[in-house]
């Protein structure tokens, strides 16, 4: 038997910003609320377990003393990769310089905290 992802913690300042970033980006809704500010959002109708992991939104004061060494990469599911950047920056992401060439088949972008994830090109079926 071997385990799998069930939810990704992301520690941030501003939970309800980045869970409503994080919400649209991904087409997912709040689950749920911990006393501790933390806001848990998930793929509408399953949630925590269902076949996908939930993002869980943690508030935290410290901060980030160094580039994370885990990034997300997210693909499109009813676009190109041009539309979904540019939905993915009015939603308020920004492109990130991480040393790229301009040969590379995805967008390095940060979130509205500036944490790293990658638009890459290949279109993938909604799950």
């Given at each position: 038997m071997a385990c799998r992802i069930s939810?990704?913690?992301?520690?941030?300042?501003?939970?309800e910003r980045l869970a409503g970033f994080w919400g649209d980006v991904l087409g997912y809704?709040?689950?749920?609320?911990?006393?501790?500010?933390?806001?848990?959002?998930?793929p509408p109708g399953t949630g925590f377990g269902g076949p996908?992991?939930?993002?869980?939104?943690?508030?935290s004061g410290d901060p980030r003393p160094v580039k994370l060494?885990?990034?997300?990469d997210v693909s499109p599911t009813d676009r190109d990769q041009q539309a979904e950047l540019e939905r993915l920056l009015a939603l308020g992401a920004r492109h990130?310089?991480?040393?790229?060439?301009?040969?590379?088949?995805?967008?390095p972008l940060v979130d509205p905290e500036g944490n790293e994830f990658c638009l890459l090109r290949r279109q993938l079926p909604p799950v």
């Open positions: 939810e990704l913690v992301i520690d941030c300042v501003d939970p809704v709040e689950v749920g609320r911990e006393d501790d500010g933390s806001i848990e959002i998930g996908l992991p939930t993002l869980v939104l943690s508030p060494r885990l990034h997300l990130a310089e991480i040393g790229q060439t301009g040969a590379e088949s995805w967008y």
